[in-house]
């Protein structure tokens, strides 16, 4: 195992130098209201720079420590992905080590993980959003420790997420449902409610205390003001819809494919459904659709893993064509180092990759079937 965790930090490096970094010296860049809130914020550190916008506010963590940092603030931001982007990997494995998958299937997974354009691209690309990267890192490590019934370990990821960033709290419902009904142990009712609170409690210190903006209307009701359904009018728009499914592209159709797995992997996980649905409701808040959707793939990864285990995708050879695929579909027409064309180029590969993995999953499903339904071949 020692050597594959050598491959992986290998992996590491190499995807990380392909992704590149965003220039923001670009006109198209320089604009991002995340650079900006977060460059003003980290040039401020330790003060605090009241004209960010809100929301981004009160995302005080890496911003900070970004501008203690004894380098340029572009530095700083980079290196501190740098540094998130070779924890993430190995996190990510543990988790599903926690969660029962083999070995090899554990392996496989982390590398189509690395492999995703907005798992793990995207973030590390865009290295001033890292608290992107910081925020799965603590998905993952809080569902590791609830597995583990460590509340005092839930409470602390909680407490830190939020100051990273509040999207932590959508862990909240699924750990209770966790307990409530798939758990169903008594003891551990009241100690997952008494550990969200201290989280809650920094949400709501952070939104009272801190002005951005301007210095009128400050507080709490002033702070939740940006927390509303997005203008652009999401829910109708079937771009909207292609990018739920572009954010886990090639791989997106396969619990489809094995939909009866699937149903019965969320019967005995109904918290991971109810996960699932908060972050996939969460899209419709803001613009950028497939960072908001990303945060599932900790569910999403398991339920691949034990597709691929009871189905035995275990095959060399077809797990490197899926993972080829996979490493088809990253290049963008705007994002990393290599650039495809234009967007046409981005989603023919997106769509013929998503087909062809599709179609070959549902292969293996029918000749699966055969086999069972023939147990003399």
Same mark, same amino acid.
């Given at each position: 195992?020692?050597?594959?965790?050598?491959?992986?930090?290998?992996?590491?490096?190499?995807?990380?130098?392909?992704?590149?970094?965003?220039?923001?010296?670009?006109?198209?860049?320089?604009?991002?209201?995340?650079?900006?809130?977060?460059?003003?914020?980290?040039?401020?550190?330790?003060?605090?720079?009241?004209?960010?916008?809100?929301?981004?506010?009160?995302?005080?963590?890496?911003?900070?420590?970004?501008?203690?940092?004894?380098?340029?603030?572009?530095?700083? !931001? +980079?290196?501190?992905?740098?540094?998130?982007?070779? $924890? =993430?990997?190995?996190? &990510? #494995?543990?988790? %599903? @080590?926690?969660?029962?998958?083999?070995?090899?299937?554990?392996?496989?997974?982390?590398?189509?993980?690395?492999?995703?354009?907005?798992?793990?691209?995207?973030?590390?690309?865009? !290295? +001033?959003?890292?608290?992107?990267?910081?925020?799965? $890192? =603590?998905?993952?490590? &809080? #569902?590791?420790? %609830? @597995?583990?019934?460590?509340?005092?370990?839930?409470?602390?990821?909680?407490?830190?997420?939020?100051?990273?960033?509040?999207?932590?709290?959508?862990?909240?419902?699924?750990?209770?449902? +966790?307990?409530?009904?798939?758990?169903?142990?008594?003891?551990?009712?009241?100690?997952?409610?008494?550990?969200?609170?201290?989280?809650?409690?920094?949400?709501?210190?952070?939104?009272?205390?801190?002005?951005?903006?301007?210095?009128?209307?400050?507080?709490?009701?002033?702070?939740?003001?940006?927390?509303?359904?997005?203008?652009?009018?999401?829910?109708?728009?079937?771009?909207?819809?292609?990018?739920?499914?572009?954010?886990?592209?090639?791989?997106?159709?396969?619990?489809?494919?094995?939909?009866?797995?699937?149903?019965?992997?969320?019967?005995?996980?109904?918290?991971?459904?109810?996960?699932?649905?908060?972050?996939?409701?969460?899209?419709?808040?803001?613009?950028?659709?497939?960072?908001?959707?990303?945060?599932?793939?900790?569910?999403?990864?398991?339920?691949?893993?034990?597709?691929?285990?009871?189905?035995?995708?275990?095959?060399?050879?077809?797990?490197?064509?899926?993972?080829?695929?996979?490493?088809?579909?990253?290049?963008?027409?705007?994002?990393?180092?290599?650039?495809?064309?234009?967007?046409?180029?981005?989603?023919?590969?997106?769509?013929?990759?998503?087909?062809?993995?599709?179609?070959?999953?549902?292969?293996?499903?029918?000749?699966?079937?055969?086999?069972?339904?023939?147990?003399?071949?």
């Amino acid at each position: 195992m020692k050597n594959r965790y050598l491959f992986i930090f290998i992996i590491t490096a190499v995807m990380v130098v392909y992704y590149g970094r965003i220039d923001i010296t670009h006109a198209q860049f320089s604009d991002i209201p995340d650079i900006q809130n977060y460059r003003q914020m980290a040039l401020a550190s330790p003060g605090f720079d009241d004209t960010v916008s809100r929301n981004f506010g009160y995302r005080i963590l890496l911003p900070y420590i970004a501008g203690l940092m004894p380098f340029d603030v572009d530095m700083s !931001f +980079y290196i501190i992905t740098l540094i998130m982007s070779f $924890i =993430l990997p190995f996190v &990510f #494995l543990r988790y %599903l @080590k926690v969660y029962g998958l083999k070995e090899d299937t554990v392996f496989y997974l982390t590398i189509l993980f690395i492999a995703g354009r907005y798992t793990f691209g995207f973030p590390v690309w865009d !290295f +001033y959003d890292v608290h992107d990267l910081l925020t799965h $890192i =603590l998905i993952l490590l &809080f #569902l590791i420790k %609830l @597995k583990q019934n460590n509340f005092f370990t839930m409470s602390a990821v909680l407490a830190l997420g939020v100051l990273n960033r509040e999207t932590i709290l959508f862990l909240v419902p699924a750990a209770v449902l +966790y307990y409530y009904i798939v758990k169903d142990k008594k003891p551990y009712r009241m100690k997952i409610i008494y550990s969200v609170l201290p989280a809650f409690f920094i949400f709501a210190i952070l939104r009272s205390l801190i002005v951005t903006e301007s210095a009128t209307g400050s507080g709490m009701l002033y702070s939740f003001g940006r927390l509303h359904f997005d203008e652009s009018n999401k829910l109708f728009n079937p771009i909207t819809y292609y990018r739920i499914i572009n954010t886990f592209i090639p791989l997106t159709f396969i619990p489809l494919v094995f939909w009866s797995t699937t149903k019965d992997f969320f019967k005995k996980n109904i918290h991971f459904l109810a996960l699932i649905l908060i972050y996939y409701a969460s899209c419709f808040l803001a613009g950028d659709t497939e960072r908001l959707i990303v945060p599932m793939f900790p569910v999403f990864f398991f339920l691949l893993g034990s597709i691929f285990e009871k189905y035995g995708f275990i095959e060399l050879k077809g797990r490197i064509i899926v993972l080829s695929a996979c490493v088809l579909s990253i290049p963008h027409h705007i994002y990393f180092r290599y650039r495809l064309p234009g967007r046409d180029w981005k989603v023919a590969v997106s769509l013929i990759t998503l087909f062809f993995v599709t179609a070959y999953f549902y292969r293996l499903k029918k000749a699966k079937n055969v086999l069972d339904s023939n147990p003399d071949i």
